[in-house]
């Protein structure tokens, strides 16, 4: 880097210092996306080096996957959970994608998802994305696959049904909420692969059972894995 370069680079630190998503705090050098003392208690599942999960259980009988793994607990009140927010809501994709990015370190050194062929992101009704601006759950996908090696889906999967939120729906509301209401675009990009279906929260798993239901009846050949940023203990029978 030039020295022009450095000097430009440092004054724009000193006016827009990067700050942590999940505490607020500024970033220290060396310090990368979030700060030191969040990474210490971020709090991880464990699913990724697991082949037999908690989250592999709950989808037993419902979707057949090869695998199946969250990063985080999406804990009530915490301020991870926070920050999925707002990413979510609030514009601030570019924490979506770099969340993605560490999701997809631990995918990768697990060796479960050595074989995936295509990252696909549970996609947004086209009024909701034009609402929002983008999909959370596609720069999720970035991330992990820009790690993987493999490619994105962007288009492979179409919501055909602008649904309403499942925030506050009860889990058998969340079910009727989304039955049916996903479809495959571009079944050749699909046909044969091994499709890893990304998600930002599991909670009940109507969104991704419905999803992978979808393309498994469409797609000739095709093989099923999850991975959701986030899932909920209440979703999958552990207590909080």
């Known amino acids: 880097m030039s020295m022009f370069r450095r000097l430009a680079a440092d004054i724009f630190g000193l006016l827009f210092?990067?700050?942590?998503?999940?505490?607020?705090?500024?970033?220290?050098?060396?310090?990368?996306?979030?700060?030191?003392a969040c990474r210490f208690r971020v709090p991880l599942t464990g699913?990724?080096?697991?082949?037999?999960?908690?989250l592999k259980r709950k989808l037993w009988g419902l979707l057949p996957v090869e695998n199946a793994s969250a990063f985080i607990w999406f804990v009530e009140g915490s301020d991870w959970r926070r920050m999925i927010h707002r990413f979510k809501y609030d514009g601030m994709w570019r924490f979506a994608r770099s969340m993605g990015e560490w999701?997809?370190?631990?995918?990768?050194?697990?060796?479960?998802?050595?074989?995936?062929?295509?990252?696909?992101?549970?996609?947004?009704?086209?009024?909701?994305r034009l609402s929002r601006g983008y999909n959370q759950a596609e720069y999720i996908t970035d991330g992990i696959a820009s790690v993987l090696g493999v490619p994105v889906g962007r288009h492979s999967l179409i919501r055909r049904v602008d649904n309403p939120s499942q925030t506050r729906r009860s889990a058998g509301e969340r079910w009727?909420?989304?039955?049916?209401?996903?479809?495959?675009?571009d079944v050749g990009a699909l046909r044969g692969k091994h499709i890893l279906l990304v998600d930002d929260v599991f909670t009940t798993g109507a969104t991704v059972v419905s999803c992978g239901e979808a393309i498994l009846k469409t797609v000739e050949g095709a093989r099923l894995s999850v991975a959701a940023l986030a899932a909920s203990r209440r979703g999958l029978g552990i207590d909080e």
């Open 103 to 128: 999701y997809g370190c631990a995918l990768r050194d697990s060796g479960l998802y050595d074989d995936v062929d295509i990252v696909v992101p549970v996609p947004l009704h086209w009024r909701k």
């Open 47 to 54: 699913f990724c080096a697991e082949a037999d999960n908690p």
């Open 176 to 185: 009727d909420n989304v039955d049916g209401i996903f479809a495959v675009r």
């Open 17 to 36: 210092p990067s700050t942590c998503p999940v505490c607020g705090d500024t970033l220290c050098d060396g310090e990368y996306f979030v700060c030191t």
